[in-house]
């Protein structure tokens, strides 16, 4: 998915949704296009990272291990 972004320097681009995490973490945005509008990074709520999955393994190898021992 391509993402429209704001550069700190004023430039515009649009990026790969794979690459906005890095600029973000990295400091060099400063702001980005969701589907219900412009997210500025001083001010907006933005998705932080995401906790460790603390529960059972999800592959067929761990459910399998799981079920029969």
Request: glycine share 12%; net charge positive; aromatic share 10%.
């Amino acid at each position: 998915m391509l993402i429209n972004v704001i550069y700190r320097d004023g430039s515009v681009d649009i990026v790969n949704s794979s690459v906005l995490g890095h600029l973000i973490k990295n400091g060099q945005i400063f702001a980005f296009c969701r589907s219900d509008g412009w997210v500025r990074l001083d001010r907006d709520p933005i998705r932080k990272g995401r906790l460790p999955f603390d529960g059972p393994g999800k592959r067929v190898n761990d459910l399998m291990e799981d079920y029969f021992g």
